[in-house]
Nanobody
């Protein structure tokens, strides 16, 4: 089982910045992928950014050039630095982790979610 603890989020004015962090702990062999998803009211959940155990990174087009995902492989943490925030970035952001078990199958885990509101 994997526990995810998220921090960051809050209210920020347009053009501002926020940093989200997520720490994984528990019983697992290793972490496969760490990332962030978001869901705005009335919309489907979407992938914001993710980083694999091999270092490959994906961003949704709408955040490219503004958001940066980083990962500490030793501490099993992932951060999302969000700059130049826009009102349309307002959503609940959730940490997602895919963790390997000892047999190299993997499971999907979610954080509790943190609200990001961009408003003047």
């Amino acid at each position: 089982q994997v526990q995810l603890v998220e921090s960051g989020g809050g209210l920020v004015q347009p053009g501002g910045s926020l940093r989200l962090s997520c720490a994984a702990s528990g019983s697992y062999f290793s972490i496969k992928t760490m990332g962030w998803y978001r869901q705005a009211p009335g919309k489907e959940r979407e992938l914001v950014a993710r980083i694999t155990d091999g270092g490959s990174i994906n961003y949704v087009d709408s955040v490219k050039g503004r958001f940066t995902i980083s990962r500490d492989y030793a501490k099993d943490t992932v951060n999302l630095q969000m700059n130049s925030l826009k009102p349309e970035d307002t959503a609940v952001y959730s940490c997602n982790v895919q963790a390997y078990k000892s047999d190299f199958t993997w499971n999907n885990y979610w954080g509790q979610g943190t609200q990001v509101t961009v408003s003047s």
